[in-house]
């Protein structure tokens, strides 16, 4: 059985065709799960990433909402939660490209960033860090919030917290081994 490993990744795309909803809802929201639900088959994963594209809210918009869910915005803490992250937003719409908010932010002490979610400094304990070439640079003095897919892929990109971008949460505790 192949259905060893830790949780599934769960990817809410929205069924609405109003992309200018302000206040997305899970019951608006169309499930899908990596893998099929057989035991040869599931493909299990250590996080669930929720990836949240038709509706575009600042950095603290974007926390409160998943917050608001019983989620929390997403971390990634190592290369392998990189993959994980990059296959959620391939099953959300393999035609959406960046940039997406995550927990990053330097708002506490410029340069030092931590996940807003955790407290723990970015790279806590992994060293691991994606931030695309030159970045972090905050730009104007006024870049504080990670956002993700900028330029491209998964990279790291330090951006205005008000600037508004789509979300990606990720679930508060994993399925249990063998989900």
Avoid at 2 to 20: E, G, M, P, R
Avoid at 49 to 68: D, M, Q, R
Avoid at 77 to 82: A, T
Avoid at 92 to 116: M, N, R, S
């Amino acid at each position: 059985m192949l259905a060893k490993l830790a949780s599934l990744i769960f990817v809410v795309a929205f069924a609405s065709a109003n992309s200018s909803l302000e206040e997305p809802t899970l019951d608006e929201a169309v499930p899908y799960a990596a893998g099929a639900f057989s035991n040869d088959s599931v493909q299990c994963f250590p996080k669930r990433f929720i990836v949240f594209n038709h509706v575009e809210v600042s950095f603290f918009k974007a926390w409160h909402l998943c917050e608001s869910y019983g989620f929390e915005l997403a971390t990634v803490k190592s290369p392998s939660e990189d993959v994980q992250l990059k296959m959620a937003i391939e099953e959300a719409d393999p035609k959406q490209v960046g940039p997406w908010w995550v927990a990053g932010t330097d708002l506490g002490l410029e340069g030092h960033f931590v996940w807003l979610t955790t407290g723990k400094p970015i790279g806590y304990q992994t060293g691991y860090r994606n931030f695309g070439p030159g970045e972090p640079n905050n730009l104007n003095g006024t870049e504080h919030c990670v956002e993700i897919g900028h330029p491209n892929g998964t990279f790291w990109n330090d951006k205005n917290c008000d600037v508004k971008r789509r979300f990606i949460c990720e679930a508060r505790e994993p399925l249990p081994l063998g989900c």
